[in-house]
């Protein structure tokens, strides 16, 4: 018995070979609807509405964490980036375009450093961040204030060389800590890197919006000794 089947005109073809067609515009469609789609639009409705709501929460949360430092706010910065993911046999980030923000408020200072950092630490408790143990940004500051004191030809902190933690986290929020001196280069370079360091995956953002602080410019005028550059990281559009 033949496995054929006989089309309108008469001829046959065999079965097997109508299932790999059928299979084939199958796979086909598949990889079709799998394939990466094109990038978001930054300007429409519903992407504007999402990054306005992140926005909000991100300073919301910049200003009570910055509050808890009892400093001078010195200037605010804020990069808004969409950019492709990778999704490859060898790397899949779990997404095909993302958009994020990175949100930060630059602090002058006075006094003693590392006790203010221990009492930003009980404040963010409060708060509801959580961190791994070795992770708050006072226990890291504490820890580490010695030994770069050491390392100091005249026993000075250059407070550029303080960790900042990269694990404090509440929800979906990711909070960082970095540390200059007014008179400072290369504190004052460290900063300036830290309020535009994103580059959050794989290649140049297909938008990008940035409002840096001229970190020379503050420094120069402000009447603090040190400076605590607190930011906050988000995404508010995945798909």
């Not at 978001?40 to 919301?60: F, G, H, I, N, Y």
């Not at 408020?105 to 409060?126: C, E, H, N, S």
């Not at 303080?162 to 990711?174: A, Q, T």
Request: proline share 5%; with cysteine.
């Amino acid at each position: 018995m033949r496995d054929d089947t006989v089309h309108p005109g008469g001829h046959r073809t065999p079965r097997h070979r109508c299932w790999v067609v059928a299979a084939t515009t199958l796979a086909a469609l598949l990889l079709a609807g799998c394939g990466p789609s094109g990038p978001p639009d930054p300007l429409s409705a519903s992407t504007v509405e999402a990054r306005t709501a992140q926005v909000q929460r991100m300073r919301a949360a910049l200003t009570e964490v910055t509050d808890s430092l009892d400093g001078t706010v010195l200037g605010e910065s804020s990069v808004d980036e969409c950019y492709e993911g990778q999704r490859n046999w060898k790397v899949d980030t779990g997404y095909d375009h993302r958009c994020s923000l990175l949100a930060g408020t630059l602090i002058g200072v006075d006094g003693d450093v590392r006790a203010t950092m221990l009492d930003v630490d009980v404040a963010l408790r409060a708060l509801r961040w959580q961190a791994p143990d070795g992770e708050w940004p006072g226990q890291l500051v504490d820890e580490y204030w010695d030994l770069r004191a050491d390392e100091s030809s005249d026993g000075t902190v250059r407070l550029h060389l303080l960790p900042g933690p990269y694990s404090v986290r509440r929800d979906d929020l990711r909070l960082r800590f970095d540390y200059g001196d007014t008179a400072d280069d290369r504190g004052r370079e460290q900063l300036d890197g830290a309020q535009r360091s994103t580059l959050w995956c794989c290649g140049p953002p297909s938008f990008e919006r940035r409002r840096l602080i001229d970190v020379d410019q503050v420094a120069r005028a402000a009447r603090q000794e040190h400076l605590i550059l607190v930011t906050v990281e988000g995404h508010y559009l995945e798909r």
